[in-house]
T-cell receptor, first 115, second 117 residues
Framework: AQSVTQLGSHVSVSEGALVLLRCNYS??????LFWYVQYPNQGLQLLLK??????LVKGINGFEAEFKKSETSFHLTKPSAHMSDAAEYFC?????????????FGTGTLLAVQP | GAGVSQSPSNKVTEKGKDVELRCDPI?????LYWYRQSLGQGLEFLIY????????KSGLPSDRFSAERTGGSVSTLTIQRTQQEDSAVYLC???????????????FGPGTRLLVL
């Protein structure tokens, strides 16, 4: 079975500082990995996804993530945090077994950005 | 439509009552998904539709939960005899549905916040 683990349910950074949100995956097949962001009282918005092309994936709003097979990781980074980045971030892996396309989500990381 | 829409946005009901939640996917998307987001369980998959059929219902937590999709578009999630533990945000997503490769982006609606008193 596939799964993702997000280390750190809460992360706080200062405005302008590096953002690093951690995600590790477990998968018996090459995974397809996603990062979604959820702003308060809204649905999920795709930031970026890894589908076995380039290992460094660039997404929206200046975010990027690097797929590292040796570390089974797909950490999300942004060089300089903005106040508008405060939200909850979810890492997900696409279930690739049988007739399904479901996403399996991590428990989420709530990012706070301090002025 | 421009995005996935869901209604109602909020629903308060009494324990034991039935509720219906509606999802309108993006026009042309043949795949539709329901997820549940709750404090205790995080984001959980409920059911997946391809067209009007549901090849994966593995996430429905009990037989009180059912879903249907008609005309390959709108979907309704029904919860019968609601319990307090059903309180959660119910999210709907859609994708193009061109295959089960798992690479498709799922586009999410804003959710329905259900509170069972």
């Amino acid at each position: 079975a596939q799964s993702v683990t997000q280390l750190g349910s809460h992360v706080s950074v200062s405005e302008g500082a590096l953002v690093l949100l951690r995600c590790n995956y477990s998968s018996s097949v090459p995974p397809y990995l996603f990062w979604y962001v959820q702003y308060p009282n809204q649905g999920l918005q795709l930031l970026l996804k890894y589908t076995s092309a380039a290992t460094l994936v660039k997404g929206i709003n200046g975010f990027e993530a690097e797929f590292k097979k040796s570390e089974t990781s797909f950490h999300l980074t942004k060089p300089s945090a903005h106040m508008s980045d405060a939200a909850e971030y979810f890492c997900a892996v696409s279930e690739r077994r049988g007739a399904t396309n479901k996403l399996i989500f991590g428990t989420g990381t709530l990012l706070a950005v301090q002025p | 439509g421009a995005g996935v829409s869901q209604s109602p946005s909020n629903k308060v009901t009494e324990k034991g009552k039935d509720v219906e939640l509606r999802c309108d996917p993006i026009s042309g998307h043949t795949a539709l998904y329901w997820y549940r987001q709750s404090l205790g369980q995080g984001l959980e998959f409920l059911i997946y539709f391809q067209g009007n059929s549901a090849p994966d219902k593995s996430g429905l937590p009990s037989d009180r939960f059912s879903a249907e999709r008609t005309g390959g578009s709108v979907s309704t999630l029904t919860i019968q005899r609601t319990q307090q533990e059903d309180s959660a945000v119910y999210l709907c997503a859609s994708s193009r549905g061109t295959g089960t490769s798992g690479v498709e982006t799922q586009y999410f609606g804003p959710g329905t916040r259900l509170l069972v008193l």
